[in-house]
């Protein structure tokens, strides 16, 4: 990997990974055949996890055993990365071990977050809460197809993901050095989308590399909290788009670790006969006087049953 540029060592940035053992789990852990195995894993096993628990309840056993079957279904995917690379259990415990110590736990792939016992069963709430969202997504966009709402299960579009332009994006809004090479490394930069709009507001649920699964909601005309990509609190704000209008434009303030005056106008809008959901967004930095607007696609994908 190229060793940081001056321009980044100024904004702050921690600076290159270069250690090549943890260069290879990077590439191995956001690479396609590895997230879409581990995708199906996690939505084929989170179903006990939409049972709601009342604070102080005790857990269902299945989540335990759940949790159990991850650490085995893991610790066989690792073997094979390690022999696929000729390494030992041994050499990537030290390379992550020094590697963290440098740079923190939060730039490791979600895989590696989701070991601790907390963090697995949040996430994978999180995951049976959105399999829900995708039926009823689904049958909110068979009955709104032609009046230019934008509900629906969406995937990132490989054809048309271009990781130059989502670099420069991330770098625009202050996203750290190492999660901007990581994530440009990464098969596709937002896995999938499900949205549901109806006449008072739009929900978001959706899946990022490293950062798992957050689920939104905005009313129209009001200013709300949300979570951004990277789970950090921000403002955003959109007004009720006219009936029939292909799309939904949108605001959003304060964001985390932009500087005073930082302005974010986004936008999804519907291409290709409704096929194809387009989102863009513009950013301008008052500090650096840019502007950068950087664009995603998605494509429609049928819902889980």
Known sequence: MPSESKEEAKSGDSGSITDPTVLAL????????????????MMDNCSPFAEAIAPGEEQPLSWGSAFSAYCEWLDNELSTFCSDNDLTPKEVSRAMGETMDEHGEEFFPTFMSITEYSTFTEH???????????????????????SGNISGVWCS??????????????KQVNCPWVFRKVLKRAAKFIKDVTIKQDDDGIEFAFSIHLFGTTINYAPYGELC????????ECKVMGPRPPRGQNGTRYEQFENPGCPEGTTYKGSWQLADNGQTL?????????DLDTTVVYTQYLIRKEARK
Do not use: C, H, Q
Not at 226 to 231: D, F, Y
Not at 278 to 286: I, L, Q
């Open 26 to 41: 990077i590439r191995w852990g956001t690479g396609s055949v590895f997230e879409d195995s581990l995708e199906e894993w």
């Open 124 to 146: 994978m709430k999180k995951l049976a809460t959105k399999r829900e969202r995708e039926g009823e997504a689904a049958d909110a966009a068979e009955e709104s197809l032609d």
């Open 157 to 170: 579009d490989p054809d048309r993901y271009d990781p130059d332009s989502v670099e420069e994006g991330l």
């Open 225 to 232: 909290v949300t979570k951004n990509l990277w789970g950090k």
């Open 278 to 286: 387009v989102w863009e967004n513009v950013v301008y930095r008052p």
